[in-house]
């Protein structure tokens, strides 16, 4: 008997690669996650007894059992920035908000303009608090005409969820489908020929931050052109029990373009090399997303959105702080977190991530630094077990693909 296809999310589009106009294109800085160690037990991906058949080294990470590399993560990385990976993101959260008026509350709710979406597009786009600090980073895209999917981070699925709930505003209904739901990250150049490998010569990928669904082995997957790696990507989405049957499938697929199994070692240093922020880390309540040099995802020339006020009035005055990417001038240990920064032996900052990045082979990182220092090209000292090493502010991407 054929097996019934079935509809992740009810999407209400078409099948193929939309393409509208009026969608907003966005060098994404995908979904961010935040480690957290929560005094129950952390919870297990679909995907969770593959990882361990691997060889998988696991740990807890905000509220789930991931793994963190199988062979390297350099290994991991290379793969990606020449090859293709593939990450499990099942652990990530996924609403629905559907009814009339959603696009309307979406918009008074999010930083981002939901108005230039259109069905099949996505936008990167922020959560706030009254104060604009950051709740969540998040993707939100447009599946149906009153029908929007959002993704966001692992460790504030549920506290995203909760809070949307208290403003919500009837007939608006939000839907927490995480649970059914896991998902990939199929990142690399080489992501066209695996593509096509999985889905069919005459199949074509979505366009960049796009949205569409489209069949896999007699049931319906999405796809959306997205990725936190800075390398060309796509993000699938399927049901909890197909998960097995993709991730395998996919491997299997992308043997002859190199494809290896990527945990968050590497995922962390992909992003790290491209500037993508961390929520929890480079992102906060404390923090908003224009002293984050994120400003571009947010629209003040809408006339109302949750925490506007205090965004208008960080954009009249200016940021106290910026983030900014710096390089480590010499070999030595990497950066990481919480080290202090300093100018001419002031402190004037703390750097928020840091790494040894495996396509430069030297330490980078970002930091909060006073503004009137946070300026490209200027020299600062990152304090590491208690010695300075100099470093140097840089321009956004730190890693920046050589011509070919």
Avoid at 62 to 85: D, F, K
Avoid at 188 to 214: M, S, T, V, Y
């Amino acid at each position: 008997m054929p097996q019934r296809k079935v509809h992740p999310f009810g999407f209400q589009g078409r099948g193929g690669s939309p393409n509208r106009p009026g969608a907003i294109e966005v060098n994404r800085p995908y979904l961010c996650y935040v480690a957290r160690v929560t005094e129950t037990a952390p919870q297990r991906t679909p995907l969770y007894d593959e990882h361990v058949r691997l060889g998988a080294k696991m740990i807890p990470f905000a509220g789930w059992l991931m793994p963190v590399q199988y062979t390297s993560i350099v290994e991991e990385h290379q793969a990606v920035r020449n090859n293709v990976g593939i990450f499990d993101i099942s652990h990530m959260g996924q609403l629905v908000v559907e009814a009339a008026g959603a696009r309307e509350w979406l918009n008074a709710t999010l930083t981002n303009n939901i108005d230039k979406l259109a069905v099949g597009m996505g936008q990167y786009t922020f959560l706030l608090n009254a104060q604009g600090g950051t709740i969540d980073d998040l993707i939100v895209y447009q599946i149906g005409d009153q029908k929007f999917l959002l993704v966001v981070n692992a460790a504030r699925t549920e506290d995203d969820f909760a809070w949307l709930q208290k403003h919500l505003c009837a007939p608006i209904q939000i839907e927490n489908r995480s649970a059914d739901f896991g998902g990939v990250a199929i990142q690399g150049p080489r992501l066209l020929e695996l593509f096509h490998a999985l889905f069919g010569k005459d199949i074509q990928p979505p366009p960049r931050n796009a949205i569409a669904e489209l069949p896999f082995d007699r049931t319906n997957v999405f796809v959306a052109r997205t990725g936190y790696t800075g390398e060309d990507g796509i993000e699938v989405f399927f049901r909890a029990t197909d998960a097995v049957k993709f991730w395998n499938a996919t491997l299997e697929k992308g043997k002859p373009f190199g494809i290896k199994p990527c945990g968050l070692g590497a995922r962390d240093t992909l992003r790290l090399e491209m500037c993508y922020p961390l929520n929890g880390s480079d992102l906060s309540p404390e923090r908003n997303p224009i002293e984050a040099g994120l400003g571009t995802f947010v629209d003040l020339t809408k006339p109302d959105f949750i925490g506007r006020d205090a965004l208008l009035k960080t954009k009249e005055i200016g940021s106290r702080e910026k983030l900014v990417p710096f390089r480590m001038k010499e070999k030595g240990p990497p950066p990481r977190p919480h080290y202090a920064v300093f100018h001419n032996g002031e402190r004037v900052g703390e750097v928020t991530s840091g790494t040894l990045s495996p396509s430069l082979n030297y330490g980078v990182g970002m930091a909060y630094i006073d503004a009137a220092h946070a300026k490209i090209g200027a020299e600062i000292d990152i304090e590491i077990r208690g010695q300075k090493f100099p470093a140097v502010i840089e321009k956004k991407p730190l890693y920046k693909k050589s011509a070919s």
